[in-house]
T-cell receptor, first 113, second 111 residues
């Protein structure tokens, strides 16, 4: 079966712009979580969605937002981009909230210049 | 406030020997612990997990040990192989809550 698909793979944006990243989970998976990976900071939790509802949110400013559609696809949006937002953004899907069931996508590499 | 800590940014081990990766946590409410492995340009992949009611879980060459009193867990890989060279993330969750990851340890397997 197809894995978790994240688009685009790479993105270059200018400070002040906004960006939307997309995640298509594994078919049948209803939970989608987003993480930010930066050098030296590991994977930092952004938010989790289950059946179109945000169930959990990490400690990120309001510029970071997300949503989930009825087909479980998810998007995250970052507005007013800052240089520090440059990172690898990873999406993970699972049938339910279970760490062992997490399947990660390959990520979207965002560079803010 | 880092709840999951991996204090060694990198580790080098000779091929065939044992690799031991360590992880400490601060939240005593964590009840599920996991290890993920990540290669460059790929997402993390699940390796092994352990529930807080156990102190050891083994899967082939990989064994995870949990010491709840010390709030410490470790991942043992034996024997280490070249394909084990990757970044390893320790992670934990509390009662079906979000998963918190450490900063990762880069493992180099030397020929």
């Amino acid at each position: 079966k197809a894995g978790v698909t994240q688009t685009p793979r790479y993105l270059i944006k200018t400070r002040g712009q906004q960006v939307t990243l997309s995640c298509s989970p594994i078919s049948g998976h209803r939970s989608v979580s987003w993480y930010q990976q930066t050098p030296g900071q590991g994977l930092q939790f952004l938010f989790e969605y289950f059946s179109e509802t945000q169930r959990n949110k990490g400690n990120f400013p309001g510029r970071f937002s997300g949503r989930q559609f009825s087909n479980s696809r998810s998007e995250m949006n970052v507005s007013t981009l800052e240089l520090g937002d440059s990172a690898l953004y990873l999406c993970a899907s699972s049938l339910r909230r279970s760490g062992s069931g997490y399947t990660f996508g390959s990520g979207t590499r965002l560079t803010v210049v | 406030d880092q709840q999951v800590k991996q204090n060694s940014p990198s580790l080098s081990v000779q091929e065939g020997r044992i690799s031991i990766l360590n992880c400490d946590y601060t939240n005593s409410m964590f009840d599920y612990f996991l290890w993920y492995k990540k290669y460059p340009a790929e997402g993390p992949t699940f390796l092994i997990s352990i529930s807080s009611i156990k102190d050891k879980n083994e899967d082939g060459r990989f064994t995870v040990f949990l010491n709840k009193s010390a709030k410490h867990l470790s991942l043992h890989i034996v024997p280490s192989q070249p394909g084990d060279s990757a970044v390893y993330f320790c992670a934990a969750s509390e009662l079906d809550d979000k998963i918190i990851f450490g900063k990762g340890t880069r493992l180099h397997i030397l020929p």
